[in-house]
């Protein structure tokens, strides 16, 4: 199992990221993906999480109406669209998946949402 993700940078408050992560190694299509983030000095928070065929989404209520998970199943692929961030949305973002009862995660990409 392999997780990449990418998209982050450095944005004003306000601003818009698309978070990519990109899958293989496992059967895409059969497996909810998650969003976890995790500011330095705090603990991961799950944000987003979509089921297998995209058709059930939830969200941490702090992110609800600013974020939208999406998938891609044809391209192995799931998104997390970032829209008003807040300084306070500023943490490494990674997408996970529970194959077979393991968890594997990517390495993360860094969002920084500055002034």
């Known amino acids: 199992v392999q997780l990449v993700e990418s998209g982050g940078g450095l944005v004003q408050p306000g601003e818009s990221l698309r978070l990519s992560c990109a899958a293989s190694?496992?059967?895409?299509?059969?497996?909810?993906m998650n969003w976890y983030r995790q500011a330095l000095g705090k603990e991961r928070e799950l944000v987003a999480a979509?089921?297998?065929?995209?058709?059930?989404?939830n969200y941490r209520d702090s992110v609800k109406g600013r974020f939208t998970v999406s998938r891609d199943n044809a391209k192995n692929t799931v998104y997390l669209q970032m829209n008003s961030l807040q300084p306070e949305d500023t943490a490494v973002y990674y997408c996970?998946?529970?194959?077979?009862?393991?968890?594997?995660r990517g390495q993360g990409t860094q969002v920084t949402v500055s002034s």
């Open positions: 996970r998946v529970i194959v077979r009862g393991a968890g594997y």
């Open positions: 190694g496992f059967t895409f299509s059969s497996y909810a």
């Open positions: 979509i089921s297998s065929d995209g058709g059930s989404r």
